[in-house]
């Protein structure tokens, strides 16, 4: 039944982490630089930040959608590969852009987050699809994904002025 509904899935995950991580972009200066907020949102306009914004609401979405994928043994997995997808490309092109060009304007910039945002779900849709993605300890996979959060968390607070 997921299988047919999965580009509908993939798209409501794209449109939500986007949406949540435009929010997530905000959430700390909205909440007058709350502690609550900063682990959560970007405290500063660095590339690390603007990580978050992918991660946080990938990773709830992911919690959700776990519940009615069942069918995929390889679940966490995916996911994972399709976080670090996401989270890999941000810095990636965000230098790669301001090599290029040197500084970039902010919408360059935001395009950077929806573009890893839509390739992230893009590679996910197509190992969902194919279901041939190896995945013999799918527990290690959502805990190497939990591990990425809680190093977002202690390097925010690390770093945090």
């Known amino acids: 039944?997921?299988?047919?509904?999965?580009?509908?899935?993939?798209?409501?995950?794209?449109?939500?982490?986007?949406?949540?991580?435009?929010?997530?972009?905000?959430?700390?200066?909205?909440?007058?630089?709350?502690?609550?907020?900063?682990?959560?949102?970007?405290?500063?306009?660095?590339t690390w930040e603007h990580m978050k914004l992918?991660?946080?609401?990938?990773?709830v979405f992911a919690l959700v959608q776990s519940r009615f994928f069942k069918e995929y043994e390889n679940f966490w997995c995916i996911k994972l590969v399709g976080i670090l997808t996401g989270l890999t490309l941000i810095p990636v092109?965000?230098?790669?852009?301001?090599?290029?060009?040197?500084?970039?304007?902010?919408?360059?910039?935001?395009?950077?987050?929806?573009?890893?945002?839509?390739?992230?779900?893009f590679l996910e849709t197509r190992l969902f699809r194919k279901n041939t993605l190896p995945c013999r300890m799918p527990r290690l996979a959502f805990t190497v994904i939990c591990f990425i959060g809680i190093l977002f968390v202690i390097f925010t607070f690390i770093t945090y002025k």
């Open 54 to 59: 992918l991660y946080f609401p990938m990773l």
């Open 1 to 46: 039944m997921m299988k047919q509904n999965l580009s509908l899935w993939q798209f409501a995950g794209f449109t939500l982490t986007s949406l949540g991580g435009t929010l997530l972009h905000f959430l700390y200066d909205l909440t007058n630089k709350s502690l609550l907020a900063a682990p959560f949102s970007a405290v500063n306009e660095s």
């Open 93 to 121: 092109l965000f230098y790669t852009f301001n090599g290029a060009f040197g500084k970039t304007p902010d919408w360059i910039n935001i395009s950077v987050f929806f573009l890893s945002t839509a390739m992230a779900f």
